[in-house]
């Protein structure tokens, strides 16, 4: 089971982070939600759940408590500029579908 991080990610939480002073990563996990389910949360980690798996990746790592990992495995956080819009993006391979407005899914 993995969670990974891209460049553009990776970067994003390391200027989030500087701008913050402190911080090990970013937490993610799911919550039950929206018409689809389920949805993501994200916050700032700074200091580790003792239940957390930490997916490292260089100098920042991702967090994520057990029950959500089987929704997450294989999942890679992205971060992306378009135009005026800019956010992260969750790559993940578990998703059997999605709301219309994109805010939640199912597995």
Known sequence: ???TLSESAARQVRRSIAKRGKGLGI???VKTSGCSGLSY???????PNPEDLVFPHDDVSLFVDPKSLIYLDGTELDFAREGLNEGFRFNNPNVKDACGCGESFTT
Do not use: K, P
């Open 1 to 3: 089971m993995a969670l």
């Open 41 to 47: 949360v994200m916050e700032f980690v700074d200091v």
């Open 27 to 29: 937490r993610i996990g």
